[in-house]
């Protein structure tokens, strides 16, 4: 029995698992090396006679190439965002101004912010007290008490 050949569109098929994998796994890396599979196998229907060894090489360096055009047109053109603090909540509150829920006693109490209770670190102080938000360190806050001038402005309290 003769040994099958690799043919060209076996390049095609993998190129497809790729994309199935790029569906279930984010990051576009899987997508390129779709793009290199179905560009082996265009390549290789073209030229039917190549050896497999020969193929795989092919793919490999169109693979490379093609990551490491992404790469450096990723970097050269960042997407920007509306909401670029969307998936970090914490982050979102350094420069608000809320009233201590609970007094900072021994460096720690606690703020109530939107729907959430966030612990804080800072100086003692009782509860009631303006704080501004000024870092997030995880899910705690590092919060100073608000002068009596700045108190005047507008709270983004919701107590």
Known sequence: MAALGFLFWYWW?????FLIAEMLVSGFFFL???AAAFLNGLIFWLLPAVTLDIQVLVFSLSAIVALVVWKSYA????IHSDQPLLNQRGAQYIGRVFSLYEAIENGQGKIRADDSIWKVYGEDCPMGTKVKVVAVNGTVFEVQAVTSAAANLPSQDNV
């Open 13 to 17: 098929v993998l190129a497809i698992v």
């Open 75 to 78: 970097k050269k053109m960042p």
């Open 32 to 34: 390129w090396l779709a």
